[in-house]
């Protein structure tokens, strides 16, 4: 069966340059989330999207912004990139935004800044 | 505030032996609880829900209100069961959640 998928797997990016992740949620899934994982850390909820429309917003940082487009693909975008934001992102897809709904998760996609 | 505590960062049980992870949490209205596994090199996935009260490859987890706590247990640990476990939270408003940091099981043969 289709899974969530991410791009890139991995990402290397110097500190002050802009990086942009992709999330594909499973076929027919309309819901799209997007976690943060530092090291030793727990996942933190970042941003929702359902329908293309921004559904929740956790600790999302202002220098991050993300959409849900028309194929309901999503796209994280993070500019002036800080070391401290080395983490592994996650992106979950679900049929629904309600809480009842099993969130599927990408395999992540892990970001490096130096 | 949610908070989600597995108190285990790593966990090593013998094959055969009984496997118990723990999941403390802290929430004031009736949140639901998850178990996600993610073996290795794969993407995390979801182990069991409290609400469907089901056995998924031999594990369960009761949701106990009074300790809040939602530990996952099976009775004999199998070496395919090592990975990495999470439990997690989802509030009963909004649709986040909220996931504890891991509890590495190694299960030796």
């Known amino acids: 069966a289709a899974g969530v998928i991410q791009s890139p797997r991995h990402l290397i990016k110097e500190k002050r340059e802009t990086a942009t992740l992709k999330c594909y949620p499973i076929?027919?899934?309309?819901?799209v989330y997007w976690y943060q994982q530092g090291p030793g850390q727990d996942p933190q909820f970042l941003i929702s999207?359902?329908?293309?429309?921004?559904?929740d917003k956790g600790s999302i940082p202002d220098r991050f912004s993300a959409q849900q487009f028309s194929d309901y693909h999503s796209e994280l975008n993070m500019s002036s990139l800080e070391l401290g934001d080395s983490a592994l992102y996650f992106c979950?897809?679900?049929?629904?935004?309600?809480?009842?709904?099993?969130?599927?998760f990408g395999p992540g996609t892990r970001l490096l800044v130096l | 505030a949610q908070r989600v505590t597995q108190p285990e960062k790593l966990l090593s049980v013998f094959k055969g032996a009984p496997v118990e992870l723990k999941c403390n949490y802290s929430?004031?209205?009736?949140?639901?609880l998850f178990w996600y596994v993610q073996y290795s090199r794969q993407r995390l996935q979801l182990l069991l829900r409290h609400i469907s009260r089901e056995s998924i490859k031999g594990f369960t987890a009761d949701l106990n209100k009074g300790e809040t706590s939602f530990h996952l247990k099976k009775p004999f640990a199998q070496e395919e069961d090592s990975a990495m476990y999470y439990c997690a939270l989802s509030p009963n408003t909004g649709n986040q959640f909220y996931f504890g940091t891991g509890t590495s099981l190694t299960v030796i043969p």
């Open positions: 929430y004031s209205g009736s949140p639901e």
């Open positions: 076929p027919r899934h309309d819901t």
């Open positions: 979950a897809s679900s049929l629904g935004s309600g809480r009842q709904e099993t969130q599927y």
């Open positions: 999207f359902y329908e293309k429309m921004q559904s």
